[in-house]
């Protein structure tokens, strides 16, 4: 199986199993001129956040990128890694680690987190 075919079993929509998840509601994985990309919308009231995109690489059977985060007084705030990959049973499973850029010293995650395709 060729990259773009392993790269385009991610592609659709997907919604987390969790509906009372505190991360990430809902994603879309599309093929961004033959790149893939996730977008992602993170838990916010009174609707969901746009986080933004990444553009991932496949890495063996995972897809992985970086979505910056928002900007706060002129500096970024934050990047959001994420991992995605397949789980036996045909759910995605997605690992979300938080690093800040504020100086604060938080961390945030890994946080593990599965979706199945809308």
């Known amino acids: 199986m060729t990259i773009k075919q392993r790269s385009g079993l991610f592609i659709g929509n997907w919604r987390n199993v969790d509906v009372n998840t505190q991360w990430i509601s809902k994603l879309t994985v599309s093929d961004n001129s033959g790149k893939p990309a996730v977008r992602a919308w993170g838990v916010c009231q009174p609707a969901d956040c746009d986080m933004g995109i990444a553009e991932v690489t496949l890495e063996e059977a995972e897809l992985v990128g970086?979505?910056?985060?928002?900007?706060?007084?002129?500096?970024?705030?934050?990047?959001?890694?994420?991992?995605?990959?397949?789980?036996?049973?045909?759910?995605l499973k997605v690992v979300m680690s938080i690093r800040y850029l504020d100086d604060s010293g938080r961390s945030g995650g890994p946080y593990t987190m599965f979706f199945v395709r809308q």
């Open 66 to 91: 970086n979505i910056d985060g928002r900007v706060v007084n002129g500096r970024p705030y934050k990047k959001t890694g994420l991992r995605l990959s397949f789980e036996k049973d045909g759910r």
